[in-house]
């Protein structure tokens, strides 16, 4: 099954880490708070988003399972 990154808006603080160690994945607005970028995880991608999730101070960051054809 497909993954993809995700955030909690309401845990986030807009530290920018997810940014920082996943810049394929995540990019940040002008108040530094993370969007992410639509695409979905592949092999080459798979570690910047684990990366992701563990750089997280607040646990905002999670990868989650896409169903087949979303």
């Given amino acids: 099954m497909p993954e993809r990154l995700r955030i909690d808006p309401?845990?986030?603080d807009g530290v920018g880490l997810c940014?920082?160690?996943a810049p394929d994945l995540?990019?940040?607005d002008s108040w530094g708070f993370p969007i992410i970028v639509?695409?979905?995880i592949d092999r080459?991608?798979?570690r910047q988003a684990n990366a992701a999730v563990t750089a997280c101070p607040r646990r905002a960051v999670f990868v989650e399972?896409?169903?087949d054809g979303s």
């Fill in 10 to 12: 309401v845990a986030c």
């Fill in 19 to 21: 940014a920082h160690v």
């Fill in 26 to 28: 995540v990019r940040v």
């Fill in 38 to 40: 639509s695409a979905p």
């Fill in 44 to 46: 080459r991608r798979a």
């Fill in 65 to 67: 399972s896409v169903p």
